[in-house]
């Protein structure tokens, strides 16, 4: 009898201790290219606009997942799916009110920025929700990740 | 003490946008990072649905525009879905978050070499910082079984 899904995902996690790095990377890349899409259409699009095409690129990416055996199994699946979907609701209206933020008088040199400095309330909440922590390390690489989020963005 | 809306609505954003990989670590948690890719698009698509009911849009954009905007959402969602594996597979998301949004770094590469853009002074000093926080923040003690 094979391992449920969602262990044979954790088996993975033993595996090799390191996977989180190659997927993160592989993330960087991929939103990396996003980003310059969403650069050079920013001055042709309105942003309610560019959200709504920018939904209909991430639909297709649902048929792949769609098949995949680990749609079924995982521990406490409806506890699971209720984050997953506030995940998605936290990130869309995130959007929204970020561009409602633009709309309303903020400017993109302040707004931006200030958007992008969201990992250190990530931090804050995985320190108290996930009871995470940071090696010395990551601690200062986090303090040297918000600066660099921050000149990134302007 | 008045805060402006503008303020607010950033203020928001940021508890948003930083909540968002917490909720996320807790879906792969409990769930394959198929069934919460699946779930997070859902609930996604309900917002699009939800803007193109309220907000009026303007449809008529060039081909170009809009395969372009279409080809990000590809790529942003195939890049959610490479962070939700990569918290599905054991990395922290008080890591793995602050990483990802190192992005701009390669934001910025790319529309050096196609869109033609220059690089400032904050652009040099961010991808800097940039690139000594990702080696940094990659420097995970292996998990102890």
Not at chain 1, 22 to 35: A, K, M
Not at chain 2, 17 to 30: D, M, P, R
């Amino acid at each position: 009898m094979s391992a449920s899904p969602v262990i044979a995902e954790k088996a993975e996690k033993k595996q090799g201790s390191y996977q989180w790095l190659f997927y993160s990377v592989l993330t960087i890349v991929l939103w990396g290219g996003y980003g310059a899409t969403s650069k050079a259409v920013a001055d042709d699009i309105n942003a309610y606009m560019n959200q709504v095409l920018f939904t209909i690129g991430m639909f297709p990416l649902i048929l792949l997942v769609f098949r995949s055996p680990r749609m079924s199994g995982g521990r406490k699946r409806g506890l699971g799916i209720f984050f997953a979907f506030l995940t998605g609701i936290l990130g869309g209206l995130g959007n929204i009110t970020f561009f409602s933020s633009l709309n309303s008088g903020g400017r993109a040199s302040v707004v931006v920025p200030m958007s992008g400095l969201s990992p250190l309330v990530t931090v804050v909440a995985a320190y108290v929700v996930l009871h995470e922590r940071m090696s010395t390390y990551q601690k200062i690489g986090l303090g040297v990740a918000l600066p660099a989020i921050y000149l990134l963005s302007l | 003490m008045h805060f402006p809306l503008w303020l607010v609505f950033a203020l928001i954003t940021l508890l948003f946008f930083g909540l968002s990989g917490v909720t996320q670590k807790l879906a792969t948690n409990e769930i394959s990072m198929e069934l919460s890719y699946f779930w997070f698009v859902l609930a996604m698509l309900l917002i699009g649905l939800g803007i193109v009911i309220l907000v009026p849009l303007d449809w008529h954009l060039r081909a170009k525009v809009v395969t372009l905007a279409v080809a990000g959402g590809f790529l942003n969602g195939l890049g959610a879905m490479t962070s939700f594996k990569a918290l599905a597979v054991g990395g922290k998301a008080s890591i793995v978050v602050p990483l990802c949004y190192l992005y701009p770094l390669v934001t910025i590469s790319l529309a050096l070499a196609f869109l033609h853009e220059r690089l400032t002074r904050t652009g040099v000093a961010g991808i800097a910082l940039a690139l000594v926080a990702a080696v940094l923040l990659a420097q995970e003690r292996p998990q102890a079984d």
